[in-house]
Every structure is written in C-alpha cells, then in structure tokens.
C-alpha cells in the first residue's frame, strides 16, 4: 500500500522537479521568463536552492547553477534595473546564497557597487522630480520597480549604510503632500496603474498595494526601524501613510478591507470605485495590506494598531467567501503568499489565533498544486510554493531571508 506523501516529500519533488536549468521548463509561466528575473526567471529559483542549502536540505552547487544561469544574458544596470530584475535582483541572489561565507566576493562586490551606483542615480532623478513639484510614476516608489524595492535590498545586506539610510529618507519626503495637489499625497500618480496615460485615470490614482503603491514604502519604513535604521520625520511618514489608509479603510460584515486604488472622484464621493474586497493576496489584497500595518504597529509600539491589523487578517482568513477567490498557486495573488503571510504575521502577533489557520491554508496549497499545472516561476509558480513550504516544515525564519524581497520581514 503507498503511504500518502507528506508535506517534506511534496517539497523535495518540488526541489527535483527544479533543480536543473538545462530541463527544467518553462512553458507554463505566467509571463515571458527573464534569466535575471526574481519574479519570473533563474535568478528567483537560485533563491529557492540557496535557502535549501543553507538549511541543509539542499547542495549549494544546484543554486550555483541557477544563478550561472541567470547570468548567462549578462547583467542589466540600466535605468530599468530594480530589486526584481537586472543587477539588483543578482545582488539579492547572490547574497542569499553567499551570506556567512567568503564565496562569491568578487560578484557580490561587483553587483553592490553597480546596485549602489543605480540608487544613487534614481534617487537624484526622484528628487529632482519632487523639487519640480511634480507627481511620480508607480515605477519610481514601488517595491517591484522602484526605489522601495531597491531600499530592500540595501536594508538586507548592510542595514546601517548611508544608501540604505538616503533610500528611507527620500520614502519620508515621498509621504509629504503634493505641492498644488489639493491635498493630494506624495505618492500620487498622475498615470493609471499601468504606468501608463489612461482614459480611465484622467487625473490619476492613489495605489494601496504592498507590490505598487504605498504599502510597499509604509512596510519598508517600518523594517527599517526595526532594524535600527531611522532618518529625520521617519515617525512622522508612517503616521502620514498610517491616516490615509485609516482614511479609507472600508467595513464590510466580515471585517475591515481597503480599496487598490482610488481616483480624485472616489475622494469627492468620500467612497472608493470597489466596493467588495479584492482577492486575498499580497500583491494588493487585505493580507498585504494587514501585514504592513502589523509591521508599522510593532515598530511604532502601537499596540492597539497592531491589533486591528492582526484582526483584519484573521477577518480575511475567517471569511470563506474571500477564501475562494484565491485560485491560484502564486506568491502574488494566490495560495502560496496567503500562506506565507499568515506564517510571518503569526510570528509576530500577540496570539495564537492567526497561527490556528496555518494548517487549512497549508492543505489550500497542497490542494492547488494538485490541481494546477503551475510555472516555475517564483511569484507566480512552484517556486514560490517551495520556499513558502520549506518554511512551514522547517518552522523556523527563513535562513536566506528570502522574503525581504516581498517586504513580509
């Protein structure tokens, strides 16, 4: 009789299944795979094989292969490098793999002093464009794209650097009101959440979400203060952003939710466009939302903040209706980042509750990898679904401390 596999055997298929790069396949990602991508290319997998090595499930050499891999179309330290692709995104990489360890020192010098050479460079376009008075595009704030996710990278490998101290500071001068704006905050967009002009978004948009609008910034400041890192008005940002989403958090029967975004409309209705909470995800969802006022609660030492937010999550988790929404595997907007999510907020909350629906959440997973034929990817595909197993059956924190690149700790 064949005994059922359990949540360690699905892991370590998940590992086999992605361990070479010359076989494993990409014909199923959700999006057009890029070597030195952490959201969707090698660089993203070498992730999961760093965190198994350094935790003694895996061989350090099949990380090594993935980020040759990476490499293999050159590294990019353009304009349009960010934490989740291009020299950034390796730098990352390579420190996962590398930290604690005298490896790598030539590539990790190199790939700093590039990533460092493009904060510096992104950070004076920033404030250039904010002493001309003008709103900024998503892509150069947000986690994915801009400087918050490039902050991350700085804050994981050397938290105490003037870089990653300019990164926090240029945040708390984003949170500052537009000049002229009507009372509009610094993190507008006069662009839809595209990036892009729209006839939807004739006057712009304020982004909620942790992957492209403020939640991102609002998880970075408070990390950074847990960290030790804090700057001039670093107080004064998180309550800024902290009121705006108080200001729109919505209440619906099965708790608090908040809207992805809003328009100059939705603020003379005094209501937003949605008017249901969204898929319970990381990238814009309660869960995320929930996770990066629990952060900024803890570092502020609010603890009755803390509370509603660990409550919103709970909420979210307890109400089967959201649950169904999540259809997918991903990090992103699926199973996996409900998952992990929960993991990192239960380790931190002042009860046990949160924890309690860990297990269900597991079987979620279990149930949607049985179901779908998912990519690779790490956002989006198996993946993320290992390194987000790997930590439920390890128990512990992440050795790589993979997930700073997701902001969840």
């Known amino acids: 009789m064949t005994q059922p596999r359990t949540v360690e055997d699905i892991v370590d298929q998940l590992a086999r299944d992605l361990a070479d790069p010359a076989t494993v396949s990409t014909e199923r990602n959700q999006h057009r795979p890029v070597p030195q991508s952490l959201a969707n290319g090698a660089a993203g997998i070498a992730l999961l094989h760093a965190e198994r090595a350094r935790t003694g499930h895996g061989d350090p ?44 020192q030539r590539a990790r010098t190199t790939l700093h002093h590039a990533t460092a050479a493009l904060t510096r460079a992104r950070l004076d376009q920033a404030h250039a464009r904010i002493d001309r008075g003008e709103p900024p595009a998503l892509a150069e ?34 949170t500052e009101p537009l000049p002229g704006g009507n009372g509009l905050p610094g993190w507008w967009s006069d662009l839809a959440p595209t990036g892009r002009p729209s006839p939807n978004f004739p006057h712009g948009h304020g982004n909620f979400g942790l992957a492209h609008g403020i939640a991102g910034p609002l998880a970075l400041l408070a990390l950074a203060k847990l960290r030790g890192l804090t700057v001039a008005g670093h107080t004064d940002a998180i309550d800024r952003i902290l009121t705006w989403l108080d200001t729109w958090t919505q209440h619906s029967e099965t708790g608090p939710w908040w809207p992805r975004t809003i328009t100059p409309d939705d603020i003379d209705r005094g209501s937003p466009g949605d008017t249901l909470p969204g898929q319970p995800s990381w990238c814009y969802g309660t869960p995320g939302l929930a996770r990066a006022q629990q952060l900024a609660a803890i570092a502020t030492g609010d603890t009755r903040r803390q509370a509603d937010a660990e409550n919103a999550l709970l909420a979210c988790l307890s109400d089967p209706a959201q649950l169904d929404r999540i259809t997918g595997i991903g990090l992103c907007h699926g ?4 998952l992990h999510i929960t993991a990192r907020a239960a380790s931190d909350a002042t009860s046990t509750v949160l924890a309690s629906h860990l297990p269900d959440l597991t079987e979620r997973l279990l149930a949607a990898l049985e179901r779908d034929e998912a990519g690779s990817e790490l956002l989006d595909g198996r993946t993320g679904a290992a390194l987000a197993l790997h930590a439920a059956i390890t128990g512990t924190t992440p050795a790589t401390r993979w997930d700073t690149c997701l902001l969840l700790a």
């Open 61 to 104: 050499a099949t990380a090594h292969a993935w980020l040759a891999a990476a490499t293999a179309d050159g590294v990019d330290a353009g304009p349009q490098a960010s934490l989740f692709y291009g020299a950034p995104a390796l730098a990352f990489a390579v420190h996962a793999i590398a930290d604690g360890t005298d490896t790598y």
């Open 141 to 174: 704030f947000d986690l994915l794209r801009g400087l918050t996710g490039i902050g991350a990278y700085h804050l994981r490998v050397d938290p105490h650097s003037e870089t990653a101290a300019d990164v926090v500071a240029y945040l708390v001068r984003l």
């Open 335 to 338: 199973a996996v980042g409900l």
